[in-house]
């Protein structure tokens, strides 16, 4: 691979890189208030944290998350070495992408709700992420470093071993996992955007669950919606416009308290 790195090490490092190059772009288009969720003055009154403390909280997370990934694929190199010849065909790659993609999604769905309805566990680790009301690109996995372990990192591992898939496989995964997380927090909604147009998960719909009407709703992440309207927790939406520029995800049903 690439400069001699391994695929061990290309599957660990390769998501980091990703996220902060994908975040980067964001950065640069955050001035587009005609494409805003909400305003830049909103961005920057409403969030209860600094950009410099998500920036530490997201580089803790990515830490451990390295960590538990060199970890994970030195006990299943020799699974992974005896499987990786075998595991080439589109159809293979194709099966363990979806089976991933919703293993990932199933555990971060109930976990993530459970931390919702845990009084406890709010308050004291998942309100950390939610003290971003407007979020943005790079605070996509600004969490309680507890959160980051359950949620994240134990999640992506389950999905990579349930799957099957190789490390060589787990690079692309895992990167293209990274860029719809940080999709989904990047506050924009552009115009021809390919996860707006193929996931109904996406940027608004995952910023409704960060206002205070949706906290109870849309807990799905990152790529499905299927949870949330199997067990009544799905708030649909319209995207209207703002005055003064851009858009706002209003709801198009009573919500109640559940």
């Known amino acids: ?3 001699g ?3 061990e090490m290309l ?4 998501p980091i890189v990703v996220y902060w190059v994908y975040s980067g772009i964001y950065i640069s288009l955050g001035s587009f208030e005609n494409y805003r969720l909400h305003s830049k003055k909103d961005e920057d009154n409403k969030n209860l944290v600094s950009k410099a403390t998500v920036v530490k909280g997201v580089l803790l997370q990515q830490a451990v998350q390295a960590v538990v990934a060199i970890l994970l694929f030195t006990v299943t190199a020799d699974d992974a070495g005896a499987s990786a010849g075998s595991n080439n065909s589109v159809i293979v790659l194709a099966s363990q992408f979806i089976t991933a993609m919703v293993v990932l999604d ?3 769905y109930f976990m993530h709700r459970y931390m919702h309805h845990n009084k ?4 004291h680790i998942h309100s950390q992420h939610h003290r971003l009301v407007v979020p943005y690109a790079f605070g996509a996995l600004y969490n309680h470093p507890l959160e980051g372990l359950l949620l994240d990192t134990i999640g992506g591992a389950l999905s990579f071993l349930l799957s ?4 060589r496989a787990s690079i692309f995964f895992f990167s293209f996992a990274t860029i719809k997380t940080v999709d ?5 909604w552009l115009p021809g955007n390919l996860f707006h147009v193929f ?3 996406n940027t608004a719909y995952h910023d409704v669950h960060h206002q205070l009407y949706g906290n109870k709703y849309n807990f799905s992440q990152p790529f499905f919606v299927m949870w949330d309207r199997i067990l009544g927790t799905y708030m649909p939406y319209t995207l209207e416009k703002r005055k003064g520029g851009g858009f706002e995800a209003r709801p198009t049903r009573e919500y109640k308290e559940i």
């Open 120 to 123: 406890f566990l709010y308050k």
């Open 199 to 201: 996931f109904k998960n």
């Open 5 to 7: 790195m391994s695929d």
């Open 164 to 167: 099957g898939m190789s490390p």
């Open 1 to 3: 691979m690439a400069f």
């Open 106 to 108: 199933t555990w971060q």
């Open 184 to 188: 989904d927090h990047c506050g924009l």
């Open 11 to 14: 599957g660990t490092f390769a």
